[in-house]
């Protein structure tokens, strides 16, 4: 140990030995350095390490193993002192002739009786005393490096033997961790180095002589260097004294529960070969490493009984560094979480899951049951691990491939834990009211911790480790919960009741005040508070010196604390370093009450989370429960109301806390500025319970009363204010941002309920609305960043995590405004929050960036702007006034773009089929149609139509595609006609605006592809409004008209024969119900279900009366848009119809035909309901026995009347639009002359309305006589216009 410590030592790394190195375990105040070659430390180092020449390691590995190992030490002890006493009487004195010749003397003095007996023993003891003298350890080593006590020093006695035999075992253990912490350089310099190794078994070395060959004949030996573990593992050293196997690990690791008896540090041995097994563990593979620790004893219970011994002794009064029992939990803690299924765990086998009885789980047990254990500030860190591993070893019981062997055990010990009454002897210990109403533990500390000021920092210290003991103890509580839901039997039940019952039923239920003690922040203008703001480090500073936080990784990750010698080395040498220094410490203290706190309140929630949702399960399980344990929504309400109150900012307590349900709560509840971090479980627990609140109670449900609109209102009041006031708190943007999403779902989800209670009241003062309007606004900020469909759009995770926030804040204000939207009567507190709030410089700036995202392919976005704009009219005009028309614009042009880049490619035009409208237009165009909608000003409305028909001449190939593709998406094409004839009537009012200008007029070719395909669904949908093989034949006259058109073309050639429809692509589906009339012809009962029975395709049913219903409101769109567009039509100066009037004169008999048939059938269904029964029973179409879903005939008959209404109104409407169209373009084309378009015109126009009648009857199922009388009149008008133009081209 002395040639390691030479001051010839060097490494590869530059400067002096690690201060910080030297106090821990492994080096054994050695350090890392590796002595210079050619000295005394490099020759022991290369032969202890040595796997051909070495001894020393082979000596070690005996002098540890001899008599018996641990176990020995005693054993020996008196055998050893008497054979050390007899050697020492002729090795250490020997006989000499000048003793001999004395004893001579007084034996023949005796004899001549010149000496007395008395004189002659006392003068023989003299010599002899002298020739006894024992060998003196104290000479072979100081007591510097293993120690000894005062009765050792002064000789004789009998535990002499043990003093050698411990500084023997001490001293082989310290070498070995020598060499072991000098290894890794040591095998890096030899790989550095050009030459091999070699040593001369000398410790003379002498240059060469001149003229002599004798240093050429030294003895020289090459070396081979392995490392100590393979050495320690691959020993085949016979272990002198033992009939174990050869191995010497085991013999080692037994050392660990080895409790010295005559060295200063009686863990010292202990220490030592535990940082042997430590340096083993984390060398090699688990699994092999356990078998070399357990040796033959393959089940472990000889190392399993060590660890224990070595856990459970006492820490050493000075200690200054890591003591034994804590980096045995270190150890034990950093394998419990390897997955294997191998029951060949540390961990497992130490806690006892391998069957051994005497194991460490039973030692940390007697341990935490000791309250000075935790609460002592030098033994509170191993406190706060012995809880996390009990947590751990519940946790164990929900792991998937734990093996069978432990999985048995970890149930043995879970019961264990319930029959000792664990769980509810400790959480009433730290959080239950003490002998004489004294507070609880966590009270204590908590309140200490809230005002304390750091300085004390052994205190500061043991209140951080109690409150992670109490959070381990927690959530070990709530696994522990959710696992007796899975376990039957009355005693399960019992303990799981009584679990509730602890936390949630008593009067002042233990829940509810450990949620008001948890301490969640600090007092400002503390010593802390001053220190944190009393320097200001620079940013290269910090990045240089921070590093994370140290602990358990579910706890302690995204924490980062100060180095501080780092930070002192990079300041410059005119800043302070004491400020500096203060700046550190007081982060770090900060950073680790923070840590603390984080934890208990997630642990907290996690049991809050647990109880409320298992138990009512459990309800559901029992069939009969304690009364005086059940919870009801009310205990569920305070319990809520409890936490938002916790997260309330205090400026906002006073104006909020009479909305609570908890009486004699006091502003003390929010003393203190709330840490982010510590909030977000909370309000994570504020979701789980607002779920369970709401909840619908189970028929027969005794729990209590049902929850009523009052209180929900209640608690929206207190959710925005919890939110308004992380809008307030200016530390940890991103922690408090999270916190507002989470309380913005629990908002959405709250405000589902309101069917009949809104939650800004009359009355409700301004400070409220104050509070509602910054909440708001801050909801407004953090949904500001994109949303993207998939998380591959996502640049990076804090991307994704922005993202995620900002759809929960969007959840949260879309609920709101719709809540607020829904109102059927005008509030005026109602307008004066909507005007306070977008007057607001924060949600106009908000509103900008959300109109930018637009652009971003967000996919979410237009959804929430429509809420904005649907809320209030200065939503609207905010949203107008923003550039949102802007952003949608450049999304189509870029779509646009992209679309022509890829027809333009090899794919061709046929490629186009493969297309899609892009995933956002539908979002796009619904909040063009509401912002179209809105009661926008003129010019705003304007320039907004402009803009909005700029978009549809970059989507004109879309437009194309979706409205020929009719009825792929029938949603998406009625919003695109929906969006267009808003565009074309709000262009139509602002016909004489100078920004409107030729807009419309020119036609290009985006719009010229975009109004045929517009005019080409028109008469599609029109001409066939059902199939066509149940449509009734149409006029001859109009069929002529057609035929003589087609045959005039002469370089065109027309099938008339072969008609292709959108019906083509309709698929069945849905109940069958009976066809729908379509002609005058089969309004009757039976015509309706004869007619076509023998007809492919025939059987109608609900799918198909649905696409009749859609269609039929496509269609009217598209006539309202063509209405629109006729007076633009005029400014092109063409003197063409804009419609083909073969088309619109189709449309017309087809759509009055059917509505007239529809409107007979329905006054049959109403005058002579038997008939339609009797008809049904012997009709093949609807028969109640058939196989599959059918429907009773009382149902089949009220929907089939519903959808016979709904489409009957709609092709009426439709009908009457199309006489509007013809009687328009016939007024304009009055100002040409055009004889052919004239004569084209009324011949299709005047068979239909001879067939039709519609100036006489009208086109039926209109509902309302004011549209069916004008509907008479403009059909008489449009035949008045064709005499006109009849009288105009016969006289020409």
């Known amino acids: 140990i002395q040639d390691f410590r030479n001051e010839f030592v060097y490494s590869q790394e530059e400067g002096g030995m690690n201060s910080a190195a030297a106090g821990q375990m492994l080096e054994a105040s050695f350090g890392k350095k590796v002595p210079f070659p050619k000295t005394p430390g490099f020759s022991i180092l290369t032969n202890i390490l040595s796997t051909n020449k070495g001894l020393l390691f082979k000596i070690i590995m005996k002098l540890l193993a001899e008599h018996g190992g641990a176990n020995g030490v005693q054993e020996c002890n008196k055998m050893i002192s008497s054979e050390s006493l007899a050697a020492s009487l002729f090795r250490e004195t020997p006989p000499n002739l000048a003793s001999t010749k004395k004893s001579m003397d007084f034996h023949a003095q005796q004899?001549?009786?010149?000496?007395?007996?008395?004189?002659y023993k006392a003068a023989l003891s003299t010599v002899q005393q002298s020739m006894l003298r024992p060998i003196n350890p104290l000479l072979l080593i100081s007591c510097s490096d293993g120690g000894c006590s005062d009765k050792n020093e002064k000789g004789a006695s009998l535990d002499d033997a043990v003093l050698w035999r411990e500084r023997t075992l001490v001293m082989s253990l310290r070498i070995l961790c020598a060499a072991a912490a000098r290894e890794e350089e040591f095998m890096q310099s030899l790989r550095s180095s050009a030459v091999s190794l070699s040593i001369v078994p000398t410790l003379l070395f002498k240059g060469p002589i001149h003229g002599s060959m004798t240093h050429r004949f030294v003895d020289e030996h090459k070396i081979n260097i392995s490392k100590m573990t393979q050495l320690l593992t691959s020993s085949t050293s016979v272990l002198h004294g033992t009939n174990r196997s050869n191995e010497i690990l085991p013999v080692i690791a037994e050392y660990v529960g080895y409790n010295a008896c005559s060295l200063v540090n009686p863990q010292g041995i202990a220490a030592n070969s535990f940082s042997i097994i430590s340096y083993v563990s984390h060398g090699m593979p688990q699994v092999e490493c356990?078998?070399?620790?357990?040796?033959?004893?393959?089940?472990?219970?000889?190392?399993?009984?060590?660890?224990?011994?070595?856990?459970?002794?006492?820490?050493?009064?000075?200690?200054?560094?890591?003591?034994?029992?804590?980096?045995?939990?270190?150890l034990i803690l950093s394998n419990v979480g390897i997955d294997n299924n191998s029951s060949l765990n540390f961990s497992l086998m130490m806690l006892g899951l391998s069957g051994s009885s005497h194991n460490c789980f039973d030692v940390i047990l007697n341990l935490v049951a000791d309250v000075d254990f935790v609460m002592n500030p030098a033994t509170s860190s191993a406190a706060t691990k012995c809880f996390e591993l009990i947590f751990r070893v519940v946790e164990l019981g929900s792991r998937v491939g734990l093996p069978e062997i432990a999985g048995t055990h970890q149930l043995r010990l879970t019961e264990k834990l319930r029959r000792s009454n664990f769980w509810h002897s400790q959480v009433v210990r730290y959080m239950g009211e003490r002998g004489g109403s004294a507070p609880s533990i966590l009270h204590e500390v908590s309140r200490y911790f809230r005002y304390d000021q750091g300085q004390d920092v052994n205190v500061t210290n043991r209140n951080n480790d109690v409150l992670h003991s109490i959070a381990w103890l927690l959530k070990g509580l709530a696994v522990e919960t959710r696992l007796l839901?899975?376990?039957?039997?009355?005693?399960?039940?019992?303990?799981?009741?009584s679990i509730i019952g602890l936390l949630l039923s008593h009067r002042d239920p233990l829940l509810l005040s450990a949620l008001i003690d948890v301490p969640l922040g600090q007092e400002k203008g503390g010593t802390i508070w001053e220190k944190l703001h009393s320097w200001n480090p620079s940013a290269d500073v910090l990045r240089k010196a921070k590093a994370p936080m140290k602990g358990v990784a579910e706890v302690c990750s995204g924490y980062e604390v100060i180095d501080v010698d780092?930070?002192?080395?990079?300041?410059?040498?005119?800043?302070?370093?004491?400020?500096?220094?203060?700046?550190?410490?007081?982060?770090n203290v900060f950073v680790e009450r923070s840590c603390a706190c984080s934890h208990i309140a997630q642990a907290w929630g996690d049991v809050a989370r647990t109880a409320f949702i298992c138990y009512p399960v459990f309800l559901n399980m029992s069939e009969q429960v304690d009364q005086n344990m059940a919870m009801n929504k009310r205990v569920v309400l305070e319990m809520l109301c409890a936490i938002l109150l916790r997260l309330l900012n205090p400026s906002h307590f006073d104006a909020l806390a009479q909305y609570s349900f908890l009486p004699g709560i006091t502003g003390d509840i929010v003393a203190e500025d709330v840490v982010p971090e510590c909030a977000v479980p909370l309000c994570n627990a504020v979701l789980s319970l607002t779920e369970v609140l709401l909840e619908p109670s189970s028929e027969g449900d005794v729990n209590g009363p049902e929850i009523v609109e009052e209180d929900t209102a209640r608690v929206c009041m207190l959710i925005i204010g919890a939110i308004s006031s992380f809008a307030s708190n200016e530390s940890a943007a991103s922690s408090n941002d999270l916190c507002g999403a989470v309380l913005s779902c629990a908002l959405a989800r709250v405000l589902t309920t309101s069917e009949t209670w809104c939650i800004i009241s009359e009355n409700m003062p301004s400070r409220i609305l104050e509070i509602y309007a910054n909440a708001t606004s801050y909801l407004f900020n953090i949904s500001a960043s994109p949303v993207y469909a998939s998380q591959d759009q996502y640049s990076n995770t804090h991307d994704l995590q922005r993202g995620n926030i900002a759809l929960a804040a969007r959840s949260g204000l879309s609920s709101l405004f719709g809540h607020l939207n829904s109102l059927e009567t005008d509030d005026?507190?109602?307008?004066?929050?909507?005007?306070?709030?977008?007057?607001?410089?924060?949600?106009?700036?908000?509103?900008?960036?959300?109109?930018?995202?637009?652009?971003?392919?967000?996919?979410?976005v237009a959804d929430l702007l429509q809420q904005i704009v649907l809320l209030h009219t200065d939503g609207a005009r905010l949203l107008a006034t923003s550039g949102i028309t802007s952003e949608l614009l450049s999304f189509a042009h870029s779509y646009a773009t992209e679309e022509k880049k890829y027809l333009s490619s090899h794919m061709g035009v046929s490629g186009a089929a493969s297309l899609k409208s892009p995933p956002v237009l539908n979002g796009h165009l619904s909040l063009l149609n509401v912002l179209l909608s809105s009661p926008l000003p003129a010019s705003d409305r304007t320039a907004l139509s402009i803009d909005t028909m700029k978009i549809f001449k970059e989507y004109s190939r879309a437009g194309e595609r979706l409205l020929q593709s009719y009825p792929s998406d029938t949603e998406l094409t009625m919003k695109f006609l929906e969006t267009l004839y808003l565009t074309y009537s709000s262009l139509k009012k602002a016909a004489g605006s100078v920004l409107v200008g030729n807009l419309l007029a020119h036609v290009d070719e985006p719009l010229m592809n975009l109004e045929r395909s517009l005019l080409s669904i028109t008469y599609n949908l029109s001409a066939f409004p059902f199939p066509n093989e149940l449509l009734p034949p149409l006029p001859i006259g109009l069929i002529n008209v057609e035929k003589i058109h087609a045959s005039q073309m002469k370089t065109v050639a027309t099938s008339l024969s072969v008609v292709s429809t959108w019906w083509d692509n309709v698929s069945d589906s849905g109940a069958?119900?009976?066809?729908?009339?379509?002609?005058?012809?089969?309004?009757?009962?039976?015509?309706?279900?004869?007619?076509?029975?023998?007809?492919a395709g025939s059987t109608f049913s609900e799918g198909r009366y649905q696409h009749a219903v859609q269609s039929a409101k496509c269609l009217d769109v598209a006539l309202m848009v063509l209405l629109s567009r006729v007076s633009f039509v005029a400014k092109r100066n063409t003197g063409a119809f804009s419609v083909d009037a073969v088309a619109i004169a189709k449309g017309l008999c087809r759509c009055s035909d059917a509505s007239r048939a529809i409107e007979d059938r329905l006054a049959s269904m109403k005058s002579h309901p038997e008939e339609d029964i009797t008809t049904l029973l012997s009709s093949s179409i609807v028969n109640p026995n058939s196989q599959g879903d059918q429907r009773l005939l009382s149902q089949s008959l009220q929907l089939e009347k519903e959808y016979l209404v709904e489409v009957g109104s709609c092709l009426g409407q439709c009908a009457e639009k199309l006489i509007s169209l013809a009687l328009q373009d016939a007024r304009r084309m009055s100002e040409y002359e055009n004889d052919q378009e004239w004569a084209y015109f009324v011949g299709a126009m005047t068979p239909a309305l001879d067939h039709t009648q519609v100036e006489s009857k009208g086109v039926g199922c209109l509902f309302d006589d004011t549209i069916t009388e004008a509907c008479k009149l403009n059909a008489q008008a449009l035949c008045q216009e064709l005499e006109k133009m009849k009288a105009k081209f016969l006289r020409q």
């Open 111 to 119: 004899r001549l009786n010149v000496l007395d007996e008395p004189s």
């Open 290 to 330: 356990i078998r070399s620790l357990c040796g033959d004893d393959i089940n472990g219970v000889r190392l399993t009984r060590a660890f224990s011994k070595g856990l459970s002794l006492p820490v050493p009064e000075a200690d200054d560094g890591a003591n034994l029992r804590d980096v045995i939990l270190d």
């Open 485 to 497: 839901m899975n376990v039957r039997g009355l005693a399960a039940k019992n303990q799981f009741q």
């Open 566 to 587: 780092i930070m002192l080395g990079n300041l410059d040498s005119q800043q302070p370093k004491d400020s500096a220094q203060d700046w550190a410490l007081a982060w």
């Open 828 to 860: 005026s507190m109602v307008e004066l929050f909507c005007s306070k709030l977008f007057t607001l410089e924060s949600v106009r700036k908000s509103a900008s960036r959300l109109s930018q995202l637009i652009a971003a392919d967000d996919n979410f």
């Open 1072 to 1095: 069958p119900l009976p066809t729908p009339p379509t002609g005058s012809s089969d309004a009757g009962v039976l015509q309706r279900y004869n007619t076509y029975n023998n007809r």
